[in-house]
């Protein structure tokens, strides 16, 4: 099913299946499967560069999908006309939702994985402790006004008659928080540089 046949969602379940047929079933069941697993996989192997490669790789993903997000797509759909906008969002809004809270959930997973196989836990360091309050911090983010301005545009875009006044306003409320998501992001890779050399 495309958009073209969706309707405003009236609940939360209603909101997500209306995402996942509007991104493709595949797509979603491998959004949430794929960076969930990863890091269980990396754990169980019990090898730290197969552990590391994960928390790299998936890492990297959310770092470059937020700059992504907050310096180049944020900026367009805000620049585009009424119905153009409603266009574009139509195929990113619904995978970005289904996507990025795994994505955020298996780099956190991985990095504390990570650090316990590194033995890191057992004397943490002022650093350590950073990168926890900071990813802590991502998370809450991720998962609280973001998510809620997605979640937003995803119903106004799935509606008959969106309002795109308020699709508008989400849209600049999501690229200035993801702003501060970037910040934060940043301030993390700090501290892995910091972990990297013993700080």
Do not use: C, Q
């Not at 911090?137 to 809620?148: C, I, K, M, N, T």
């Amino acid at each position: 099913m495309s958009l073209a046949d969706a309707h405003r969602p009236t609940s939360r379940r209603e909101r997500y299946s209306l995402m996942a047929d509007a991104a493709s079933r595949p797509f979603a069941a491998g959004a949430v499967a794929i960076p969930l697993a990863l890091p269980v996989v990396g754990y169980l192997s019990g090898d730290v560069r197969v552990m590391f490669a994960v928390h790299l790789f998936l890492g990297a993903f959310w770092f470059g999908t937020a700059v992504l997000g907050a310096v180049v797509l944020g900026p367009v759909m805000g620049s585009l006309s009424e119905g153009a906008n409603v266009e574009f969002a139509k195929g990113f809004v619904p995978r970005m939702n289904l996507l990025m809270e795994p994505i955020s959930v298996g780099v956190v997973g991985s990095g504390i994985g990570l650090a316990a196989m590194m033995g890191l836990w057992a004397s943490p360091s002022p650093t350590l402790w950073a990168a926890l309050a900071i990813a802590v911090a991502l998370l809450v983010l991720g998962f609280g006004p973001l998510h809620s301005f997605t979640a937003g545009m995803f119903d106004e875009i799935a509606a008959e008659d969106t309002d795109h006044e308020r699709l508008a306003e989400l849209n600049k409320k999501y690229g200035m928080l993801s702003l501060v998501e970037l910040v934060l992001m940043i301030a993390i890779v700090g501290t892995m540089v910091g972990l990297r050399w013993g700080v």
